[in-house]
């Protein structure tokens, strides 16, 4: 049996732009993509803390070391710079690997986006 479990999750950075004029999609700093065991165009659920909004979407790479996390497209309406936001990506597992599993979380400092 597959199922989906949490793979990666960025806790708690602040939403630093929202371009309702891009395509679609939320920008992240390389560094926290890196750290948190993201990639380009992967999928990822963002929780707006702030807000309580919730949304599907993918990464697009931001500047190393900028500490951007922008929401693009249609989420701009939703997310507004100074939001508290959670990224969380997932995976689908085997049920007996999952329980082994353990996901990449990283904590960076919210007032800067950068990582402690």
Do not use: W
């Amino acid at each position: 049996m597959m199922i989906e479990i949490m793979k990666s999750k960025i806790h708690r950075v602040t939403v630093t732009e929202a371009d309702l004029d891009y395509v679609g999609s939320i920008t992240v700093d390389e560094s926290l993509m890196e750290a948190a065991n993201l990639i380009p165009n992967e999928k990822v659920q963002v929780l707006n803390r702030t807000t309580g909004e919730r949304i599907e979407t993918y990464v697009i790479k931001g500047e190393r070391d900028s500490g951007v996390i922008c929401l693009n497209g249609p989420a701009a309406h939703k997310f507004k710079v100074g939001d508290i936001v959670i990224i969380i990506s997932y995976a689908m597992m085997d049920f007996e690997e999952a329980k082994s599993f353990t996901p990449t979380v990283i904590f960076p400092d919210t007032a800067t986006n950068k990582l402690i």
